[in-house]
């Protein structure tokens, strides 16, 4: 029986080593997933201190898993006492979720979410953390960014790109994902350093970024479908937060457009510069290694010994200028500036370098220049361009300059005065919107001077004489011109004046002629028209009529011929009108002309009434017969302003076209088939000498208008 009961409690007892060894082996399953699990995990006693933390929890709290066990959760939450955390899970669910906030012993602040799990292991605790102090930091800032600048973000040009501490990228704005083609959904999938090719630019770029926490500069980068671009950075770091941010401008076009402008100049220059320029090649230890014969030259050298020397012999290396030089060329690889070098022989020269790292040869190569010559003739070429630019603009002559196509490329302030012509206009409007363009096959022959007449902007006509200059430099080519309208009103003043004089003296010679022999007719018709009989009185009153008519002639030839003995005085203008109008209102109701005078309140003017109205009978009685078949006269009488008064005499004849304008007033010039000319000649005449002026406008169909402008004292001129 006992040996029965003993095979019993053996057998038993093997069944129970057999379930431990099971529950062992789960156990260590377990442990083992515990250990390794992404999120940290740590078994707490209902005390809240720590019994067991797996690697994740260690990475987590930042600190060995011995020290962790020593520990209480107390020492870790920030926001909310220990007991309480405990409290949380105990006095609700099994199983709880929420976020905590923990302060590690270094300072730095994490948010965690995590679960608990109650009596999972005996009276011990079980508790998840999973860091998202990325996602919480991150939302911190967006609201702060959604606050004080809701659109910079999505809205800028630029690209913006953030990323954590090992390059991950968190977000990016749309500028960002259109330079470097990634749909928005795929940003989490890459590294902002996945785009640099460069591994030292990388590595460079992550060991100042690191350092200083900030960094600037230019970035080229290969994008994934296999696109190079060169970007222009500035990267900050957040300190607290552990993020970076990259603001990023595409300046590979920039850059590409550069290459091309110095590759042209390379180009244009290379001649030149490989012939007169000294070019050095040297190590790092400034040792120069090759050198052309124009160093040799510049620097006074025989080959030999200056392949033998330093290139800071030639420099002070305590130049404050030549630290700042030396700084920036170690941080770009390539710089170009001016500096003093001090010659063997003890000369200074000033020069002007461009030096750029070779990283394959590791040499550097500097091409220099005395800029002796050069600054010289800058200053010659400046003052050069002063002294064209000073005649250029002083010129008292229009002068322009137009291209092969006809368009205005520069004009100086008397042409630009003359032809009404704006600064705008310059570079953009054709010459020919100016001059006439029938001239264009004259504008072909050098030297070739022409006249003729433009209408300004003010609609006014002035005659320019004009000269023409092809092709002085390439594409350029020359006009010069000049008002001569003034020139041509005096001439043609001129030529009027001489013409009067020659009328006078023909005149006086003619009335004195004439008026003897008008003395003897007048006298034997007056008495043959006595002794004949009736029947023939009405020859003798045509006789009669016609001798007046000549006598009237005579009197005009007088006053053209001598000056008249005037007397001038104050005199009411609107009276001496009003009896001209009188005297001539006979005349005109004949012919069924109706006058009418319209004046406001004008002062008394110093004049000759007599010629005044001898004026008005003139203008009065061409108006009244061009017009046989009846009409109306519009006579009006202004004060123009302080000084003048203003006579105007409008009537309702056939016009006058514009060509016989000009010529009103010239001797022997008339529009009626019986007149003389000579009374506007003697109106003009009379004007003229009261300071005042005739200007006349007429449009056929529709009548002539006498503007006549009288100084109220007889003193203001025109």
Not at 280 to 298: E, P, Y
Request: with cysteine; proline share 3%; net charge negative.
């Amino acid at each position: 029986m006992k040996q029965n009961i003993a095979a019993i409690e053996e057998d038993l007892l093997a069944k129970r080593l057999k379930k431990a060894q099971q529950e062992n082996e789960k156990l260590k399953k377990y442990y083992e997933i515990f250990d390794r699990s992404i999120d940290a995990m740590v078994l707490l006693d209902h005390h809240g201190k720590f019994f067991q933390v797996n690697q994740s929890a260690c990475r987590l709290f930042e600190m060995e898993k011995e020290v962790i066990l020593e520990k209480s959760i107390d020492d870790f939450v920030a926001a909310l006492p220990g007991n309480e955390f405990i409290k949380n899970f105990s006095d609700h669910e099994k199983q709880q979720y929420a976020e905590l906030m923990l302060k590690l012993e270094n300072g730095r602040i994490k948010y965690v979410e995590y679960s608990i799990i109650e009596n999972i292991y005996g009276t011990y605790n079980l508790a998840i953390f999973r860091d998202v102090s990325s996602k919480k930091i991150l939302e911190q800032e967006r609201s702060i960014n959604e606050q004080l600048f809701p659109d910079l973000f999505d809205r800028a040009v630029d690209g913006i790109v953030i990323f954590d501490y090992e390059g991950f990228i968190i977000d990016a704005n749309q500028s960002f994902c259109t330079s470097f083609c990634i749909p928005s959904d795929e940003l989490k999938n890459y590294k902002f350093s996945d785009f640099i090719e460069d591994e030292k630019m990388k590595k460079y770029f992550y060991e100042v970024l690191f350092e200083k926490g900030k960094m600037k500069g230019e970035m080229p980068v290969r994008l994934k479908d296999g696109t190079r671009k060169i970007f222009e950075f500035t990267t900050t770091s957040n300190i607290l937060h552990g993020f970076y941010m990259s603001i990023l401008r595409d300046i590979t076009e920039k850059r590409l457009m550069e290459q091309q402008i110095l590759k042209s100049e390379e180009r244009f220059r290379e001649i030149f510069e490989n012939a007169l320029d000294a070019i050095l090649i040297w190590d790092h230890f400034g040792n120069i290694i090759r050198a052309n014969q124009w160093a040799c030259r510049i620097f006074e050298l025989p080959f030999d010994e200056l392949l033998k020397s330093n290139l800071m012999r030639f420099i002070n290396a305590n130049d404050p200028k030549f630290l700042q030089v030396k700084d920036e060329y170690l941080k770009s690889g390539a710089i170009r500036e001016e500096l003093m070098f001090y010659m063997p022989n003890g000369q200074k020269k000033q020069l002007e370098f461009t030096s750029k790292y070779n990283p394959k040869e590791k040499t550097h190569m500097t091409i220099l220049r005395n800029i002796s010559d050069r600054k010289r003739m800058e200053k010659e070429l400046r003052e050069s361009e002063q002294k064209f630019r000073n005649v250029f603009n002083g010129a008292m002559d229009g002068i322009l300059l137009f291209n092969d196509d006809w368009v205005i490329v520069d004009a100086n302030p008397a042409a630009m005065q003359i032809l009404g012509l704006t600064q705008d206009q310059i570079g953009r409007d054709c010459i020919f919107r100016f001059f006439p363009i029938h001239f264009k096959s004259d504008w072909k022959m050098d030297g070739l001077t022409k006249e003729f007449a433009i209408t300004v902007k003010n609609k006014q006509e002035r005659i320019l004489e004009c000269s023409f200059k092809r092709h002085i430099i390439e594409n350029m080519n020359l006009v010069i011109f000049r008002d001569i309208t003034e020139r041509k009103e005096i001439e043609e003043r001129l030529r009027k004046s001489d013409t009067l004089n020659i009328v006078g003296e023909l005149a006086a010679g003619i009335a004195h002629e004439i008026r003897n022999p008008m003395t003897a007719l007048k006298g034997f018709i007056q008495l043959l028209q006595g002794s004949i009989k009736e029947d023939y009185s009405m020859y003798f009153n045509v006789i009669t009529s016609e001798l007046k008519r000549i006598e009237s002639i005579i009197d005009e030839f007088l006053i053209l011929a001598k000056p008249q003995a005037v007397r001038f005085e104050q005199k009411n203008i609107v009276k001496i009108m009003k009896d001209t109008i009188e005297l001539l209102n006979a005349q005109a109701i004949l012919v069924n002309v109706q006058i009418h005078l319209d004046y406001g309140e004008v002062p008394d003017i110093f004049c000759e009434p007599n010629q005044l109205k001898q004026v008005f009978i003139n203008i009065l009685k061409n108006a009244i017969e061009v017009m046989p078949n009846g009409g109306n006269i519009y006579v009006s009488i202004t004060k123009e302003d302080d000084h003048r008064v203003q006579i105007s005499i409008q009537d309702e004849g056939p016009g006058i076209p514009k060509n016989k304008l000009k010529r009103l007033g010239e001797p022997f010039y008339t529009t009626k088939e019986r007149g003389t000319g000579l009374g506007l000649m003697v109106s003009y005449k009379i004007i003229k000498e009261h300071n005042g002026k005739i200007d006349v406008k007429s449009k056929v169909g529709y009548g002539t208008t006498f503007y006549i402008s009288l100084p109220i004292n007889g003193q203001e001129g025109v």
